[in-house]
Nanobody, 127 residues
Framework: QVQLLESGGGSVQAGGSLRLSCAAS?????MAWFRQVPGKEREGIAG???????SYSDSVKGRFTISRDIGKNTAYLQMNSLKPEDTAMYYC????????????????????????WGQGTQVTVSS
C-alpha cells in the first residue's frame, strides 16, 4: 500500500507558475498527475517512469513538467504559463507495476493502471 500526499496548490493569476509536490510513503514504478473539475471526468495530464520517461497531454505539453526524486519518493509538477482553464483539483497517482501503453512507459492517460491516489490539491487560476 502506497500513500500519497499532495501539496503546493493555491491561487495564482493567469501567466503565473505553481509547483506541486507528491510525497509517497514508498516507491512506485509509475507516477502521474491527474486533474478534475466538477462535472467532468478526471483526466491524466502527465506521467513519469522510474527511469524518467515522461508523457503529457496536449493541453499541458510545453507548459507543465513532471519530475521525480527517486530517493525521496516524491514527484513534482512544475506548472508555468497557467491559464484559467487549468483551474481544477489536481491529484497525484501511483501505479504498483510498470506498464507500457500507447508507446509510453507509465502513460499519463492510462487511468486504470494507477491504483493509488492522493486526496488532491486545488489549483485556481484567475484571469
Amino acid at each position: 500500500q502506497v500513500q500519497l500526499l499532495e501539496s503546493g496548490g493555491g491561487s495564482v493569476q493567469a501567466g503565473g507558475s505553481l509547483r506541486l509536490s507528491c510525497a509517497a510513503s514508498g516507491g512506485a514504478p509509475c507516477m502521474a498527475w491527474f486533474r478534475q473539475v466538477p462535472g467532468k471526468e478526471r483526466e491524466g495530464i502527465a506521467g513519469i517512469s522510474g527511469a524518467g520517461s515522461t508523457s503529457y497531454s496536449d493541453s499541458v505539453k510545453g507548459r507543465f513538467t513532471i519530475s521525480r526524486d527517486i530517493g525521496k519518493n516524491t514527484a513534482y509538477l512544475q506548472m508555468n504559463s497557467l491559464k484559467p482553464e487549468d483551474t481544477a483539483m489536481y491529484y497525484c497517482a501511483a501505479a504498483s507495476r510498470r506498464f507500457l501503453s500507447s508507446g509510453s512507459w507509465c502513460y499519463f492517460a492510462a487511468r486504470g493502471e494507477y491504483n493509488y491516489w492522493g486526496q488532491g490539491t486545488q489549483v485556481t487560476v484567475s484571469s
